[in-house]
């Protein structure tokens, strides 16, 4: 079984920068995908950012040159590097890795972006 467990969210300033992390527990191979996603109240959750095989990565197109997705295969972590962040950007980000199709989740980490 997959377990996943968020940390580093919290309270930033617009303009500021935040590094989000996720740790895999389990079975994990370099074929998974890793991602975050984000919820913000009232809206549906929406894919932020991907890494796959052969570090590959994806961006929304509301992020891309702002964060940057990457993993550290040793230790079944992947990072999510969150700079110049906005009010649009507050949200509960979750965690997520597919492996043979099936999705596992972590519980999220609230993201605020405020003054």
């Known amino acids: 079984q997959v377990q996943l467990v968020e940390s580093g969210g919290g309270l930033v300033q617009p303009g500021g920068s935040l590094k989000l992390s996720c740790t895999a527990s389990?079975?994990?191979?370099?074929?998974?995908?890793m991602a975050w996603y984000r919820q913000a109240p009232g809206k549906q959750r929406e894919l932020v950012a991907k890494?796959?095989?052969?570090?590959?990565?994806t961006y929304a197109g509301s992020v891309k040159d702002r964060f940057t997705i990457s993993r550290d295969n040793a230790k079944n972590t992947v990072y999510l590097q969150m700079n110049s962040l906005n009010a649009e950007d507050t949200a509960v980000y979750y965690c997520?890795?597919?492996?043979?199709?099936?999705?596992?989740w972590g519980k999220g980490t609230l993201v605020t972006v405020s003054s």
């Open positions: 997520n890795l597919v492996q043979f199709g099936i999705f596992y």
């Open positions: 389990g079975s994990i191979f370099r074929s998974d995908t």
């Open positions: 890494i796959s095989a052969g570090d590959r990565t």
